[in-house]
């Protein structure tokens, strides 16, 4: 049985930090790109960073660049999203994907394009 589980969301103050982790399970995780998208109440979900473990790319949405950062641990099939210097604009559900066999350049793939979903972690920012 394939599963993503995302763990490691919580509230924290504005200027805080989290890390994210999404642990993976019942596929060949190598052969995979991995992303994480959030979706915030009343908005469109978005991708926010990818990371792919075929041509070793990553890519991270603007907002976010130099505050985020993706990392993996392929021993432990799992992937981390490191957020640093949170906003109140990063509030929202953080879910993590997978697509088989995709680069992470220009963006990665479409949302619709990915294979497999987490159940989402939620992240609160307060001021």
């Known amino acids: 049985e394939v599963q993503l589980v995302e763990s490691g969301g919580g509230l924290v103050q504005a200027g805080g930090s989290l890390r994210l982790s999404c642990a993976a399970s019942g596929f060949t995780f190598d052969d995979y790109a991995i992303g994480w998208f959030r979706q915030a109440p009343g908005k469109e979900r978005e991708a926010v960073s990818c990371?792919?473990?075929?041509?070793?790319?990553?890519y991270y949405e603007d907002s976010v660049l130099g505050r985020f950062t993706i990392s993996s641990d392929n021993a432990k099939k799992t992937v981390f999203l490191q957020m640093n210097s949170l906003t109140v604009e990063d509030t929202a559900v953080y879910y993590c994907?997978?697509?088989?066999?995709?680069?992470?350049?220009?963006?990665?793939?479409?949302?619709?394009?990915?294979?497999?979903w987490g159940q989402g972690t939620q992240v609160t920012v307060f001021l």
């Open positions: 990371i792919s473990f075929d041509d070793a790319s990553t």
């Open positions: 994907a997978a697509v088989h066999d995709t680069s992470c350049l220009l963006g990665g793939p479409e949302d619709d394009e990915y294979d497999y």
